[in-house]
């Protein structure tokens, strides 16, 4: 069992989904978990059913997060979850897309990987310890005929982010990591393929984040880690 006993970790987007599986496990294993989304009864909610903690702010703006990690204080785990799925928008050819759209997808699936980062990366240099992970996506790592080159373009920079400043701050004892994610539940896709043939559930991601942000994951960084169900690509 993975002990996450005395660490402080913040997980953005836990309102619901993903997060919420995320930040649970982290929660069983003894962390100390903020619970981060844009609407505060959500983040309250998940709160209280792990034993946590709610911090509802914006991660597309930077002086929100400033604020919202002043308020947790020194962050030992960063989860960058907060983002929007593929679902979450008109899935159309990148030629035929509204260039009016662009900025809210690249914002919040990039821009708030980037500005909830750099308000808590330093100070994990500082202490000499830190993980920051990001769920991405496997639109992100690899192409594929859906009509979804936005998402990817987004979800491909920020794990470009992550195996950049892994070397910037690994001799300062922090990794960072990427989690590339397959079909998940609520998601319009055929897992039938699959080597494990159903869908993501948030708890399966909650399970590797919880062991890239545990004692016994120092020596992985830089890494994009599919957890995909075995999906074809």
Known sequence: ???????VALVTGAGQGV?????TVLAEQGATVWVNDLFEDRAEAVAA?????AVPFDVTDLDAVRAGVATVGPVDVLVNNAGIPTAGFPQVDFKDSDPELWRRFVDL???????CTHATVSGMCERGWGRVITISSEAGRVGAPIRVSLYGAAKAGAIGLMKHLAHEVGPLGVTCNALALGPMEGVPADPSQNAIPRWGKPRD???MTAFLASDEA???TGQVIPVNGGVIT
């Not at 059913?49 to 903690?53: F, L």
């Open 1 to 7: 069992m993975l002990d996450l006993s005395g660490r």
């Open 109 to 115: 699936n990039l821009y708030g990987v980037m500005n």
């Open 205 to 207: 991601i909650g399970a």
């Open 49 to 53: 059913q792990v034993g946590g903690k």
């Open 19 to 23: 997060g919420a599986g995320i930040a």
């Open 218 to 220: 120092e020596w992985i």
